[in-house]
């Protein structure tokens, strides 16, 4: 049997939006998060929207040409961001957690 990378078993959801002003938007999360709601403090939670990242489905080379030609990026999830740490593409320290999901935003 063959070996499975986590890259081929990995995939995203991604949407592509365009603001007013002529920015690309580009919302990725992990693919189980949508619909999800994730508690935060103080009894709050944070819903993950589908209409905001539900576009496509995406593998991690996907997400990142995607990014290539985005203004603002927004990324949530353990595995996505983890994944633009590792090659680079956000630093660590930019990363927040939401309800104990990692979640970046850039801004270019």
């Known amino acids: 049997m063959g070996v499975i990378s986590l890259e081929t078993v990995m995939s995203y959801w991604l949407k592509m939006h365009r603001s007013l002003t002529g920015d690309v938007v ?14 935060v403090r103080d009894g709050y939670e944070v819903f993950v929207s589908p209409d905001f990242y539900m576009g496509r489905m995406v593998d991690w ?48």
């Open 26 to 39: 580009v919302a990725v999360c992990d693919s189980e998060l949508v619909g999800l709601k994730l508690r």
């Open 61 to 108: 080379e996907g997400v990142k040409s995607a990014i290539e030609g985005a203004t603002i990026i927004n990324l949530l999830g353990n595995d996505v961001v983890s994944r633009a740490i590792s090659d680079g593409l956000v630093c660590e320290s930019a990363c927040i957690e939401v309800g104990g999901i990692k979640h970046v935003q850039l801004f270019r």
